[in-house]
């Protein structure tokens, strides 16, 4: 079962119910600016984590600005879509009650996740939402640190982060030319583990990298592994079947 860090209390709690009842996802987005796209994307990967690990879930997005370049935004950094605060009532009772938010925010009820912020650096949000870099891109480079950690965009963090996510795409690409094979158990208690571990994203990233210099594991369990962490990434790493020489 994913368990979170509460930022106000500092404690280990279960993101959803003992028997997985629903968990409402609540996004604070007071305007579009980089730290916001984070909290989006962390928001999202809770979102996802929960539904794999089978707990419904009910997200929505508050905040009164920007609300159009906002979900734009959300489109294009493969954010599952997200109800609009205003129109919905409180959560169900019996509901786990989740917010995402900036570092420094507050929330009267349930659990709340803060987000670090983001250094803009030569990123310029106003063109193009995401300042011209490749949504893909962005959205790796934002996820990989863990959430308590400040991020800068500039030259380095974005050009390891496009090499990155190339190669992958790359080796993904090649693997899928071989016979499948289906996830080791192994990795994937890993995968989950480091997942259901306050979301750590590198964790999991790290198991990627192992999965990739195993000798002995089969190019299309390879393929299967990134193709089911990629379930959580949302970095669309089977985007390139087909391309492989």
């Given amino acids: 079962m994913l368990?979170?860090?509460?930022?106000?209390?500092?404690?280990?709690?279960?993101?959803?119910?003992?028997?997985?009842?629903?968990?409402?996802?609540?996004?604070?987005?007071?305007?579009?600016?980089?730290?916001?796209?984070?909290?989006?994307?962390?928001?999202?990967?809770?979102?996802?984590?929960?539904?794999?690990?089978?707990?419904?879930?009910?997200?929505?997005?508050?905040?009164?600005?920007?609300?159009?370049?906002?979900?734009?935004?959300?489109?294009?950094?493969?954010?599952?879509?997200?109800?609009?605060?205003?129109?919905?009532?409180?959560?169900?009772?019996?509901?786990?009650?989740?917010?995402?938010?900036?570092?420094?925010?507050?929330?009267?009820?349930?659990?709340?996740?803060?987000?670090?912020?983001?250094?803009?650096?030569?990123?310029?949000?106003?063109q193009g939402v995401v300042g011209g870099v490749n949504p893909d891109v962005l959205r790796l480079a934002l996820l990989a640190p863990r959430r308590s950690t400040p991020v800068r965009l500039d030259d380095t963090s974005l050009d390891e982060a496009r090499a990155g996510l190339a190669h992958w795409r790359r080796a993904v690409a090649a693997w899928a030319r071989r016979p499948s094979r289906p996830v080791p158990d192994e990795l994937r208690e890993q995968l989950r583990g480091a997942w259901e571990d306050d979301l750590d994203i590198a964790s999991v990233l790290r198991v990627l990298g192992r999965v990739e210099s195993e000798p002995e594991l089969p190019d299309g369990a390879r393929f299967e592994t990134y193709a089911y962490a990629d379930r959580l990434l949302g970095l669309e790493l089977t985007r390139d079947l087909g391309a492989a020489a």
């Fill in 3 to 126: 368990r979170i860090t509460d930022t106000r209390t500092g404690e280990s709690v279960d993101a959803s119910t003992a028997r997985r009842g629903l968990t409402r996802v609540e996004v604070h987005a007071p305007g579009l600016d980089a730290t916001t796209l984070r909290v989006l994307l962390v928001a999202d990967v809770l979102v996802r984590a929960l539904e794999l690990g089978g707990t419904p879930v009910w997200a929505l997005m508050s905040g009164d600005r920007d609300r159009a370049e906002l979900r734009t935004a959300c489109a294009a950094l493969g954010v599952r879509p997200l109800e609009d605060r205003r129109d919905t009532g409180a959560a169900p009772a019996g509901a786990r009650v989740i917010h995402v938010a900036q570092e420094g925010g507050t929330t009267s009820d349930g659990i709340w996740i803060g987000v670090a912020p983001v250094d803009p650096g030569p990123v310029l949000l106003g």
